[in-house]
Each structure stands twice: as structure tokens, then as C-alpha cells.
């Protein structure tokens, strides 16, 4: 039940893309497709941008999507904007609980 | 539209329990899956613990021996009980779906005498 590893942080500038990684095992992120990923600004609640793997909830702009290659997964953002800049996290399923990544800081430059 | 709020003391006694309910508004508790996440200040998310509304229930396996999740379907409310909490129980806690769709505002909790 260790959390998914995750960077620390990521940067970019406006208009240019950045990928964040999401490693578990193959009891989570490798033996499930059900990995989620959050966008969390400061003193919101997170916000679902990606179920799935690399379904997007309606509403979220197809700039945002998910993959995933053995046990990793991940989240690339295309044509940053000024809003982009959060909290990212990923969570997966492991079974018959959930865990989450350890969480990404984006910076927009 | 799914509306989650969470309402409960906002300070715990050290060795004390801490209690907290979500009420579920604009789509019936039978529908989904409910979850507790919670996340210290300046740290990440940590999923807590499931319900489903015919009983079943899902736990973090380092918490299972201090919580209990329940439901009340006829109030439309799911509940979290954490035994024996500590300076490390103080967090933000938000209820939500399973799905991690729909999300509460969230409840600071602080554990300090």
C-alpha cells in the first residue's frame, strides 16, 4: 500500500506541453485500467481530469490526456496555460482499496 | 447534480474519536460507491475507506484496525469514525465517490488538546 511515485515537480512554459509520471506495481497501476488523475489548486477540492487511464470527464479540455506502459502511468498536458499551474495526482485502484501518487507541483513559466 | 458536504467537530482530543458526516444531496446514496480521502496540510491526498449501500465496505489496510465507515440511507449520509487519533490525524477530509467524480468542500480536522 505504498503511494504511487510521482516528481516532485514539473515545468513549462505557456503553450508548450509537460508529462507527468504515476509508477506503482503490477497489484495497482499495472494490473488495473482504473488510474484517475486530479488537478488540485490551492484550498480546492481536487478536480477529476482524467478516469480510466485516458478517459476525460466531460467539460475537461482534450489538452489533458492520460496512458499507461506496464506499471506506469501517465499525464501530458498540451498548450499549457497560466491556470494549469496545480497540484496534480494520480490514483489507482489495487484491488479492494485505492492509492494515490504521491502528488507533481506544475509551474507554468 | 451530485452535491457532497462535510459537517463534524473541528477539533479532536489526542486519543480521542474523530466523527464526521457526508451528506449526499441531488442523486439517491444507492447510486454509487462513497469514499473518505483526507490530506495533512502542505501534503498529498490518502484514500481512507468505501461504501456501498447494500453493506460492502473498503479500507486502507495500515487504517482498518482504527475506522469504521457506515451509512444511513434513509438521510442520505455516509459517516467516518477514526479511533485513536493522533497530531497525524490532523487533515483536510473530503468525502466523494468512488469514481472520484464528485467531491465535497472538505472539513479541517485538528487533533490538538
Known amino acids: 500500500q505504498s503511494a504511487l511515485t510521482q516528481p516532485p515537480s514539473a515545468s513549462e512554459s505557456p503553450g508548450q506541453s509537460v508529462t507527468i509520471s504515476c509508477t506503482g506495481t503490477?497489484?495497482?497501476?499495472?494490473?488495473?485500467?482504473?488510474v484517475s488523475w486530479f488537478q488540485q489548486h490551492p484550498g480546492k477540492a481536487p478536480k477529476l481530469i482524467i478516469f480510466?487511464?485516458?478517459k476525460r470527464p466531460s467539460g475537461v479540455p482534450d489538452r489533458f490526456s492520460g496512458s499507461k506502459s506496464g506499471n506506469t502511468a501517465s499525464l501530458t498536458v498540451s498548450g499549457l496555460q497560466a491556470d494549469d499551474e496545480a497540484d496534480y495526482y494520480c490514483?489507482?485502484?489495487?484491488?479492494?482499496?485505492?492509492?494515490f501518487g504521491t502528488g507533481t507541483k506544475v509551474t507554468v513559466l | 447534480q451530485v452535491q457532497l458536504h462535510e459537517s463534524g467537530p473541528g477539533l479532536v482530543n489526542p486519543s480521542g474519536t474523530l466523527s464526521l458526516t457526508c451528506t449526499v444531496s441531488?442523486?439517491?446514496?444507492?447510486?454509487?460507491?462513497w469514499s473518505w480521502v483526507r490530506q495533512p496540510p502542505g501534503r498529498g491526498l490518502e484514500w481512507i475507506a468505501e461504501i456501498y449501500h447494500a453493506g460492502n465496505t473498503g479500507y486502507k489496510p495500515s487504517l482498518k484496525s482504527r475506522v469504521t465507515i457506515s451509512m444511513d440511507r434513509s438521510k442520505g449520509q455516509f459517516f467516518l469514525r477514526l479511533n485513536s487519533v493522533t497530531a497525524a490525524d490532523t487533515a483536510m477530509y473530503y468525502c466523494?465517490?468512488?469514481?472520484?467524480?464528485?467531491w465535497g468542500q472538505g472539513t479541517l480536522v485538528t487533533v490538538s488538546s
Open positions: 490514483v489507482s485502484s489495487a484491488g479492494s482499496f485505492y492509492v
Open positions: 503490477s497489484s495497482d497501476v499495472g494490473g488495473r485500467d482504473s
Open positions: 441531488g442523486v439517491s446514496i444507492s447510486s454509487y460507491w
Open positions: 466523494s465517490t468512488s469514481s472520484f467524480a464528485y
Open positions: 480510466d487511464v485516458t
